[in-house]
């Protein structure tokens, strides 16, 4: 007789021969491991914790380290020295970025020990009155440059017109520094000579202005925003501004040449 058993587990029975004409129902039974739940009352134990270990890094040999094909030890090759790495600095530095010398005074001796001749070319190359270079050069020795300066203003502050017409003859106006670039440098030059040209033929002598303690990238507009806010003064005022200039520049020069 046919047996008409389902079994639950399909495929478990597969080499198992039915007799022809038997007709097997279609099973619908689930599956034994979808049907099983776990009890709420079981609680599984909880496992340790195992910290992961940090990953190891592959050893690399140092390339005087590697063998080579030769069979040469690294004992017996070449040390090479270390090349300093390259951080993208500029080959040019500013000025401001370096650091001033430490003024010893030696200067300011090499001034007293001169005599009157050689002081006074020394002093005319700071300021072109030769009244003004002569009463520095006659109130030799100065203990230190403070009171080199403090003669300079005394000196200034007494110079007769034709002392400062003869100090302002001898000056040149600023030009910016030689490593100024940029899209707008040409145009800014042509715009500086034509603002030198025009401020010459107003006043009758060179711009003057003193840019000490001024950044080389902002010499040059330092330069074209004064002469174009004083191209407005009146003749007297700017003869004025001119001479505190004039002697801020002098001042200036003095300082560095008693380091």
Not at 24 to 38: G, I, L, M
Not at 53 to 72: C, K, N, Q, Y
Not at 192 to 200: F, Q, S
Request: charged share 25%.
């Amino acid at each position: 007789m046919a047996s008409s058993f389902v079994t639950p587990f399909p495929g478990l029975f597969r080499n198992h021969r039915i007799p022809p004409g038997c007709r097997v129902p279609r099973t619908t039974a689930t599956p034994v491991a979808a049907s099983f739940r776990v009890p709420a009352s079981v609680r599984f134990p909880q496992l340790p914790s195992v910290a992961r270990p940090a990953p190891v890094e592959p050893f690399r040999s140092h390339p005087s380290e590697e063998p080579t094909l030769s069979g040469d030890t690294p004992a017996a090759r070449p040390t090479l020295r270390p090349q300093p790495a390259r951080c993208g600095i500029p080959s040019q530095v500013p000025s401001t970025a370096l650091p001033r010398p430490r003024p010893d005074g030696t200067g300011l001796r090499r001034l007293n020990a001169l005599d009157r001749d050689g002081a006074l070319a020394a002093l005319l190359r700071c300021c072109g009155s030769r009244e003004w270079a002569g009463q520095l050069a006659d109130r030799r020795p100065y203990r230190d440059p403070e009171a080199l300066l403090a003669a300079a203003d005394r000196a200034f502050t007494g110079l007769p017109a034709v002392g400062l017409d003869e100090a302002l003859a001898a000056e040149s106006p600023p030009r910016p520094p030689a490593g100024t670039h940029g899209p707008g440098a040409p145009a800014a030059r042509t715009a500086l000579n034509a603002a030198y040209a025009a401020y010459e033929q107003r006043f009758r002598h060179a711009f003057v202005i003193c840019l000490d303690g001024c950044r080389e990238e902002e010499v040059l507009d330092q330069i074209l925003f004064g002469i174009r806010m004083r191209l407005g003064n009146g003749p007297d005022e700017e003869r004025s501004v001119t001479a505190e200039q004039l002697r801020r520049v002098a001042r200036g020069r003095l300082r560095r040449l008693a380091v």
